[in-house]
């Protein structure tokens, strides 16, 4: 039996994170990100539009986060989107995922790692590049 996607049922990193990529992922410069959903942050980067001012809600977000979600542009969605791991994806605790969801009222996903001297997991530093959008 298939169990649901916690995604499904949250889309709290669509609705907290400032979304940000190189400009030329836009479908307006040769890439597939449809680029009237998006805006400029410099002259290098833009953003899915919605995610660049708090309170922070990509426009390309159906739904109601915590409850029922989906990304209208999923097979266009740009890499920051393509690589945000959910939080136990592979056994791997995505800090930033579970930080989006307490954002949201969400219990955490994924295993709590010991306690270590060492750094954390790869995919949290991966998820270092993920913006808070601005006041
Ligand atoms: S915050 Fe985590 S669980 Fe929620 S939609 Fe994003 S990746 Fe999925
Ligand atoms: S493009 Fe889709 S996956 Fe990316 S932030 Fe927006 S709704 Fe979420």
Known sequence: MSELNP?????ACCAWFRVSFYWAEG???????????????????????????????????????GESVRCTIY???PTPCREFAMSGENGVVNDACNRARAAWGLPPLGETPPLSGLPLNAATAESSRVQLPAD
């Open 7 to 11: 995604c499904m049922t949250c889309g």
């Open 27 to 65: 479908d307006d410069a040769g890439g597939i990100v449809p680029s009237h959903l998006t805006e400029q942050v410099t002259p290098f980067l833009r953003c899915m539009s919605g995610t660049l001012h708090k309170p922070c809600r990509c426009v390309a977000l159906e739904g109601t986060p």
């Open 75 to 77: 097979e266009n969605r």
